[in-house]
């Protein structure tokens, strides 16, 4: 263990070297492995700045993940997140009570796996997205009725607030973040990673444990045209309002077991409903009616007036190890539907298990097991009916399921390191292989190994 | 005196809050008072209780892919609370004052160790709580 604590300094020491004199101001103020943030208090300027009301954020996410066995091409890919944020508390700033603004920006690295290898939905990584520095978040924030109400303006990512499970959130397959049945189902992905869109969000806490939510965004965060939507939007910074109808999300979430010692709530229950104003296509049928894999059809998908869905999110503390705040056994489950004639996905369920500080002497270690499972809607009718209108034998898609391990391993405040295994099942729903594989032949079920390490300066 | 806190403190564990407490107790300046953390012992008869309750909320998060132990750790975020304080002597309880505020919680911030000097002058200072039942006179402004 010295060894390996004296080889991980070394490459923390060479990452700082790199990054200048990020942490070499504050280096004297605690030992690396002790303080809070891999770049100190900046002698003290970090503290003042958020005293001032200037709070400065950096994060970085970097992970190898590889594909030895099963997708449509063996790889190894390497990606990267850095995220750097602001907030701005305008009480301190301009003595503008309880009034805040955030920005965040991304630069995104390197290339996907379930783009470039597994061709899946639920796709292995949170973090997955065309390489491209973006604008995220930007928005005002002004809390009133003694902070019971907020009502949030400006540029804002669905994924920072609602369906969001405590548990869940660890894991690295990207659905367990962002579920598939927005990011596949909606326009562009809807305003989930790596998209924010201009809407406002409403957030209500009448009593307490109890909070009730609302928000509408712009219906597609990306400008029509062909291509990938994250070029179509490359910079995050498109700002549409009004482009592909409005979607709108509600949510009422209710917190119990409080932990004595901090306050923190271990369990939740939250319900939530939305509804999309724009048309959705039909995967199935055409205007007529007649399947869309019919000589005689027409080939214009039906349209649908309107998308819409629910959700029902459960995280529970199991049990909690004697003495500690939150080290123990807990589970969550995610269940969201939609209508199957107007999405791909029409019904995500994602379930699992944490185990905080499992071994000994790693009392902050998190080990995960999660396992998502995404139905496919009518497009499965579609398949069938190609079989059976060409007579070519080809896969008929059904489900995508993944199932994943994870341990996140707090080296230091600062920094995880997360190994992580993830089975997927029926990539692409059990779709066809591309060329030059026969048509007949599905997308082997992939295994998924990797390595993640995040850092906060 | 000592000091003990029945429910915790976001940013705390139980005997660094205790410490935390004291030291901010005895910024407050009172000559006459001696402050110094609870044992696991029982109560003792001359104590000062603590408790923290969060308000209801409704400021909101952002997405955090890290999961780094930073941002679990620390209370980050500028949170309603309400602070009450009671006071007991040779055992019985004497008053107690109440106060809601707006932390971020954990040892550096600002607001929190102002509040409790302040909480701590509301109750044992001059013109606090106690000072009142002692001259038989209700202070002129409950503490709020």
Known sequence: MPFLRGALSALVIVAGAILGSFGGAAAADEALFERDRFSGDWGGVRKEGQDAGIDFGANYVAETLSNPSGGFKQTTIYQGLLDVSLTLDLGKLLDWPDASFYIDGYQISGRGLSRNGIGNLLAVSTIEALASTRLHDMWFQQEFLDHRASLRVGQIALDDEFYISQYSAGFINSTFGCPDIFSTDLPSGGPCYPFATPGARFRAAPIANFTVSAAAFNGDPAPPGPGDPQVRNASGTNFLIGQGGWFTIAELAYVFDEEPVSSSHLSGIKLGGWYHTAAFADPRRDTHGLSLASPSSNGIPASHSGNFGAYLIVDKMLWRRPETATQGLAAFLRVGGAPADRNLISLEVDAGLTFKGLFPNRELDVLGAGVSYGRIGFARRLDRDQVLFTGIDRPVRDYEAVLELNYSARIAPWWVLEPDLQLVFHPGGFTSAPPPAPVSQPIPNALVLGLRSAITF | ?144
Not at chain 2, 36 to 51: F, I, M, Q
Not at chain 2, 87 to 102: D, R, S
């Open chain 2, 1 to 144: 005196m000592k000091v003990e806190s029945e429910e915790g403190l976001p940013g705390f564990h139980r005997v660094d809050l205790l410490r935390f407490l004291v030291t901010q107790m005895a910024a407050a300046g009172l000559a006459d008072w001696r402050f110094e953390p609870a044992d696991n012992n029982g109560s003792a008869l001359d104590r000062v209780e603590w408790s923290f309750k969060l308000n209801p909320y409704a400021g909101g998060e952002v997405r955090n892919l890290t999961h780094t132990l930073v941002y679990e750790r620390q209370y980050g975020v500028r949170r309603p609370i309400t602070i009450e304080v009671r006071l007991y002597l040779n055992g019985q309880y004497q008053t107690l004052v109440e106060k809601q505020a707006i932390i971020r919680g954990g040892p550096d911030d600002p607001e929190l160790a102002s509040v409790v000097a302040t909480v701590t002058q509301s109750l044992l200072g001059p013109t606090g709580a106690y000072r009142a039942i002692d001259v038989g006179q209700r202070p002129t402004q409950p503490a709020r």
